[in-house]
């Protein structure tokens, strides 16, 4: 059964609907650098409990594009994710209608729904938009470079996701990619871990990709990181310096793990954070 997609935004010339992949199930077991004790005061869980994250990716439209911010899994995380090429046909979206692929980075939950099952592009028209630092790090490298398992996993999956894609991979720096349109690093959870923002009309929204993956303990304590950071200690940095950017400028902000539609607006209070949806 497909999930019905939230109502759209309208910002400038562009329209931004979320679209959901699925939920990924996870514990607050995969903190690093941080007292566990810590974690489950402030999360009010066990270690071991399950915690729910969405898998949201953003379809902006508008200037002639068609363009999904995120990939979401593919077929590689079972039956309760990859959810998105389902979605986006039921809301009337075919697939061979996706002009790009904007990626706030590269791993498997992002981009490993750049192919299916079968090593075959869900997106045979797309071109696939990423920082030229990403790329660096996960596709230029040769796999015997990888730091630990995990990566080179992470590595494997995502030369086998942009296979189909050769030819029609776009490296970008910081900066407008249209009008209304820009791209800008926040690295740490990936040395290439980008921002989508769409602007126009005096609004604007910021993706934000994985700023917060549990925003139950990041907002109150955003100097957790997790296993999946690949600099924890510049993902915090990162984190610190985006809510007080978007929080200050009151901008709209989108994010891929938080619940469905990710929407919302950061707000600073009582030594904290809060996101308020809308
Ligand atoms: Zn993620």
Redesign the pocket.
């Known amino acids: 059964m497909a999930t019905p997609s939230a109502p759209p935004l309208k910002i400038g010339d562009y329209t931004v609907t979320a679209f959901s992949d699925g939920l990924?199930q996870t514990t607050i077991d995969i903190t690093v650098g941080v007292d566990k004790e810590m974690t489950q005061r402030v999360s009010g869980r066990g270690l071991n409990d399950p915690v729910f994250?969405a898998?949201n990716a953003f379809l902006v439209e508008g200037r002639g594009i068609r363009a999904l911010v995120d990939a979401g899994t593919g077929e590689t995380f079972g039956p309760a994710l990859g959810k998105l090429p389902d979605n986006l046909r039921a809301a009337g979206v075919p697939l061979d209608s996706i002009t790009h692929i904007l990626l706030t980075?590269i791993?498997p939950?992002?981009s490993n729904g750049l192919t299916d099952g079968a090593g075959q592009a869900w997106f045979p028209k797309a071109e696939v938009v990423v920082q030229e630092t990403e790329i660096q790090f996960w596709l230029d490298r040769d796999i015997s470079q990888a730091w630990h398992e995990r990566q080179r996993v992470n590595m494997v999956n995502s030369k086998k996701a942009f296979a189909p894609y050769a030819g029609r991979v776009t490296r970008i720096g910081n900066g407008e990619f249209l009008p209304g349109l820009h791209a800008q690093m926040s690295p740490g959870?990936t040395p290439g871990h980008n921002t989508w923002t769409v602007e126009g009309g005096g609004d604007a929204l910021m993706i934000w990709?994985?700023t917060i993956?549990m925003a139950f303990l990041q907002l109150e304590r955003p100097d957790i990181a997790f296993v999946?950071d690949t600099d924890p200690e510049l993902a915090v940095k990162s984190r610190l310096r985006l809510l007080d950017q978007v929080s200050a400028d009151r901008i709209r902000i989108a994010g891929?793990?938080l619940d469905y539609p990710g929407y919302g607006r950061v707000r600073r209070g009582n030594g904290r954070y809060f996101i308020d949806a809308e």
């Open positions: 990924f994250l898998v980075h791993h939950d992002h959870h990709g994985d993956h999946f891929m793990h």
